[in-house]
C-alpha cells in the first residue's frame, strides 16, 4: 500500500490545506493528514480543535486518516509504514525553510522522500495566520475555510471581538 503523510500545524485548516490534500490524495492509497501537538508556533487552536476542523470537512473519505503526533514527522512515517511526505509549497518565501526541513529529514531518513506540491494560484496568499487575523478582526473569511467550518473559527474569535473593530485610538 502506498501510503503519503502530510503533516502540518493545520491551525486551522484552510482551503489551501484542502486543495493540496484533495490533489495529493490522487496519488496514493492513504493519505495520513498528521497534525503536529505542540508546534513552536505556538498555536491558537488546541490540537483537539485542529484534528477536529480537520475531522468535520474530511468526513466521508476513507483513503484519508487524520492523526495528531509529536516528535519527529519521519518516525511518524515509519511507524505508519510510509515512504513520502508531501508539503506544499505557494511562494519563494515557503521554500527556504522547506528546503531545510526536507533535507533534515533525508539525513534522518533516507529512504524517505518529500514531494511538494504548488498551492493552486487560487490560494497563493492564503495562510492560517492571514485566517486567524482576519477573524479576529471581524474580517471575512468566505471562501479561504470550508464553508462547514467558518463557523467553529470565527466563534473562536467571538470574544475578542469588539476589542479591537475598527476602533480609532487617540495617540
Ligand atoms: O504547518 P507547518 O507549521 O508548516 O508544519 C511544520 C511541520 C509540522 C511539518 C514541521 O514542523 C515538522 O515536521 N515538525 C516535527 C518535527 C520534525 O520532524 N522536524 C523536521 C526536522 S527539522
Known sequence: MNIFVYPGSFDPVTNGHLDIINRA??????????????????????????????????????????????????????????????????????????FQMALIN????????????MTSINYTYLSSSAIKELAINNGVIDGMVPDCIKGKILEKFRYKQGESNGNLFNT
Do not use: Q, Y
Not at 501537538?37 to 477536529?52: A, H, L, Y
Not at 515512504?83 to 527556504?96: C, H, M, T, Y
Not at 533525508?106 to 506540491?117: G, N, Q, R, S, V
Open 25 to 98: 490524495v490522487k496519488m496514493c492509497d492513504k493519505l495520513i493528514v498528521a497534525v503536529l501537538i505542540n508546534t513552536n508556533k505556538k498555536p491558537t487552536f488546541t490540537i483537539e480543535e485542529r484534528v477536529d476542523l480537520l475531522k468535520t470537512v474530511l468526513a466521508g473519505r476513507p483513503d484519508i486518516e487524520i492523526v495528531s503526533f509529536s516528535g519527529l514527522t519521519v518516525d511518524l512515517l515509519k511507524k505508519c509504514n510510509a515512504r513520502v511526505i508531501v508539503r506544499g509549497l505557494r511562494a519563494i518565501s515557503d521554500f527556504e525553510n522547506e
Open 106 to 117: 533525508k539525513e534522518l531518513a533516507p529512504d524517505i522522500e518529500t514531494i511538494f506540491m
